[in-house]
C-alpha cells in the first residue's frame, strides 16, 4: 500500500459550520474496479479534512491485489478522528461498496460511529424544482455554472489500473492518484447546492402582499434565513415565481367571477335546475318535485361570487372549483388569509411544489 499525504487548497463555497465543527469533517471518495464489493476491487481511498492549520490530502492506494485490506484498515482506523463524513452519493454507493468488502474480507469495520451526509441524497427532494435532468454530479457542476472537465471517467480507469499491476508504470500511477485527488478537490464546488436544501427546510416569512392590475393578481414577497447562488424561475398561469437570493416573489393570477362549492355527500342533496344549485333533502322535502332532482357529484353545489386566490393543496376551506372536473382548488381572497406566519409559509411551499410537479 502507498499512502499520499500533503497540503491542498479548497474553495470557500459553502460555510461548513451548517453541517458541523471544521475539525469534524472528512470528505471522502472511492476508486474501484467494478459496482459490487463482493466481485471487484477497492485500490483508492481519499479523503480531505481540516487539521486546524489548513486542508490536507490523505490517499491510500493499492500498488498490489493484496493491499486491499491494509487500505481498508487505514482509511477505518483514521476516520475515527472525525463525527461526520462527507460524500457524493455514498449512501448509496461508497459505504455499502466498503461494507461488502470488508465481509468479503473478514474485517469487522462499520460506519455506525460517524454522521454520513450525503449531498445526494440531501438534495435528491428537490431536483425538479432546481429543473436537474438528472443527479449525476456533472449534471449539477453545470446548474451551478462549474466547468470541471475529467480527462478520463472512472470506468476508463479500471483498465488503466489493472495496466499498473502489470507493469507499476509511474505515468498510470499519477493518473489514478490525480483522478481521485481532482475529484475531491471538485467537491467543494457543489456544495453551494446545499444552500437549495438549507432555504426549502427553513421558514419563509411573508414580507409584502398586493393586489394588482385590471385583470388581477396577488403579488407576494417572501424572505427567507439562508440565500441560494442560482437564481431559480417558473412563469406559467396562475403562477410566475421568482426565487433570487434569499427573496422568494410571486406573482398569483386571482379569479374574479363565479366559482362553485362541491358538497362531497351528494347523495343527501337535491338538485334545483331552475336555480342551478343544491339543498339539503331536509328542505328540499318542501320544494315541488318537478322542481327538484336528486344531486349527482357533478351538480352538488352552490355558487359564490367574489374575488378567489387560488390554492395548490388543502390549506383553506371552503374550497371552491371553476367546475367539478376543475384542477385548481380556489379559497375567496382577503389579506387576512395570509395573516399568520405558518400559514404564509404552508402557501409558499404549496407554491414550490407546484412549480417542482409542473416542471416534471
Known sequence: MITIKHPVDLPDTYPLER?????????????????????????????????????????WFADTRESEAQLLESFFTFMKRFRILVHFNGDGFDIPYLLKCCRRLGLNYNFDSIISLDIYKKIKPYRKLLGLENMKQKSIEQFLGVSREDKCSGGELIQVYRDYLMSHESFLYDLLILHNEDDLKGMPSILPILNYADMLESPFTLTSQEVCGSWPFLNL???????????????????????????????????????????????????????????????????????????????CYTKKCGLFLPQFGPLWSPALKEDYKGLLDYVEYSPDLLAGPETADSYARQILDYVSRKRD
Open 221 to 299: 414577497t417572501w424572505q427567507n434565513p439562508y440565500s441560494i447562488p442560482v437564481p431559480l424561475e417558473y412563469d406559467s398561469a396562475p403562477v410566475s415565481m421568482e426565487l433570487h437570493r434569499d427573496t422568494l416573489t410571486c406573482n398569483i393570477s386571482l379569479y374574479q367571477g363565479e366559482l362553485k362549492f362541491f358538497y362531497p355527500n351528494y347523495k343527501d342533496y337535491y338538485y334545483l335546475p331552475m336555480e342551478d344549485t343544491a339543498i339539503h333533502k331536509s328542505v328540499g322535502e318542501y320544494v315541488d318535485k318537478d322542481a327538484r332532482k336528486k344531486a349527482t357529484a357533478r351538480t
Open 19 to 59: 453541517i458541523g465543527a471544521l475539525k469534524e469533517l472528512l470528505f471522502f471518495d472511492i476508486e474501484t474496479t467494478g459496482f459490487s464489493g463482493d466481485t471487484s476491487q477497492l485500490y483508492l481511498i481519499g479523503c480531505t479534512y481540516h487539521d486546524g492549520f489548513g486542508w490536507k490530502l490523505i490517499q
